[in-house]
């Protein structure tokens, strides 16, 4: 069930909302976890337990660390250990057994059999919410919870349950006990909600389509300005996509009284790979920081030391996103540029003119969605020297126009606007005007749901792309 489906917007959340706010308050955290735990089993049925084993091995993990005087840190071991073997199992199985049948080969015809696992919806993110949450207890921020039914809310909360934004237990502990919702903040979080609704259907669908066209092509035939087309419709997609599912989930949680964190700022207007992963997926970053690269030693190490825990971090943030090598490169790549950007190399672009640091910051972004983007290792190698255009820049073969539609031009235009800060700067000079700013707020409101609900009613291509992670 996704935000953007009909069944999720005249059915679950309508019928949510009108349960939920004629509810008394102490019905309400249960009310919003059977929803939340309905919600998973919509699209994963037979894995519902494991989210329910997951609530209940946590919270008893959480409570040992929290009252055990002489074993915290290994009973934080075996908890942490435990989330991450789940992951692993479900996550990389069966990359590990085809890389072992792989390197087996080279010696004995005998070869590990397992059957396809399957990947669990969400399993990423809420493993790294349940880690986060021990982690914190060990580190006091919060003892643990001792409600096992707010902790499963916490673990299994639906509007960031599936793509997140990473929510930290220490930011909504008070609002799991008590919170209040207010007109005020159901407004805002319903115009958050539509906004993102609008991102992902209006822009990041058409956008989606031309990319998916031209990437079913043969990778080594495109002429430049095919392959360079697909890419960056790819780039704007994917942008819109998981930046509109994260407006949504801020806004779903608003109308529940929960603030959850911003998950991106412009990434598309940064001057160096540093300042991109502030404003990309800041959740995660954040989290990475935290859990790993500060008690890894950060940057309090050698330059060498540095570039260790760099490259570590992103491979391990690559291979968070899939169990590939692909992933792996793409991490290893960010990895690399933003260890780069701690030498000379970093102070001289700092020095840059802006629009210099501007298109070294996106064409490093591009090169390294083009790996994200391809399942397998020589296709992306392929589209990225049909990009450097080793088949020419343009031929009657691959016509550009047969793959570029009208919708995904002017997606594409208004996307590379809203990529930038020029929309809240607009949005600022129309709330200067007293009397104006709530008619045109509404307005735009309006004309967005209204477009939205008619891309949904003509049933055409709607995918989320963090779905697969």
Not at 33 to 59: C, D, K, P, Q, R
Request: hydrophobic share 50%; with cysteine; charged share 10%.
């Amino acid at each position: 069930m996704v935000f953007s489906s009909t069944i999720f917007l005249f059915c679950f959340l309508p019928l949510l909302l009108t349960v939920y706010f004629f509810s008394p308050n102490r019905a309400k955290n249960s009310i919003l976890l059977a929803a939340s735990l309905f919600f998973y089993a919509w699209g994963e049925l037979f894995y519902t337990g494991l989210m329910v084993f997951s609530i209940g091995l946590n919270y008893i993990f959480g409570r040992l660390v929290d009252t055990s005087l002489l074993h915290k840190k290994q009973f934080l071991a075996l908890g942490v250990a435990c989330n991450l073997l789940l992951l692993g199992f479900f996550k990389y199985a069966n990359f590990i057994a085809d890389n072992l049948n792989t390197l087996l080969a080279l010696f004995t015809p005998a070869k590990i059999e397992l059957h396809a696992v399957h990947l669990p919806l969400g399993i990423s993110f809420f493993t790294f919410q349940a880690i986060s949450y021990l982690v914190d207890v060990y580190r006091k921020r919060n003892p643990a919870q001792k409600n096992i039914l707010n902790l499963g809310l916490y673990i299994a909360l639906f509007p960031q349950l599936i793509a997140g934004p990473i929510v930290r237990y220490n930011s909504v502990a008070r609002q799991l006990a008590s919170r209040t919702i207010t007109l005020s903040s159901f407004e805002s979080g319903t115009t958050r909600f539509i906004y993102g609704l609008a991102k992902k259907l209006l822009l990041a669908n058409p956008l989606g389509e031309v990319a998916d066209r031209i990437f079913l092509l043969p990778a080594d035939q495109l002429p430049a300005v095919v392959a360079w087309t697909g890419i960056l419709s790819f780039t704007l997609q994917i942008y819109f996509d998981f930046s509109g599912y994260s407006d949504m989930a801020i806004g779903l949680g608003k109308m529940f009284g929960f603030t959850f964190p911003e998950n991106f700022k412009y990434p598309y207007i940064a001057r160096s790979l540093r300042d991109f992963w502030r404003r990309w997926h800041i959740s995660l970053t954040t989290w990475l920081r935290d859990y790993l690269y500060i008690p890894m030693g950060g940057n309090k190490r050698s330059h060498g030391r540095v570039t260790f825990n760099l490259l570590t971090v992103f491979v391990l943030c690559g291979l968070w996103h899939g169990a590939s090598w692909n992933f792996l490169i793409w991490g290893l790549w960010h990895g690399l540029f933003l260890s780069l950007e701690r030498s000379p190399f970093g102070n001289a672009l700092a020095k840059s003119p802006g629009i210099v640091a501007h298109a070294y910051t996106l064409l490093v972004v591009i090169v390294g969605w083009v790996f994200f983007r391809f399942d397998a290792l020589d296709g992306a190698t392929d589209y990225l020297s049909s990009m450097a255009g080793s088949n020419g820049f343009a031929n009657t073969l691959y016509p550009i126009q047969l793959y570029v539609t009208n919708e995904a031009l002017l997606a594409a235009v208004i996307g590379i606007i809203l990529s930038t800060s020029l929309f809240t700067v607009c949005e600022k000079y129309i709330q200067r005007a007293t009397w104006s700013s709530g008619i045109a707020r509404l307005g735009l409101v309006i004309l967005l749901l209204s477009l939205s609900l008619l891309k949904i009613s003509s049933g055409t291509y709607n995918p989320f792309l963090y779905f697969r992670f």
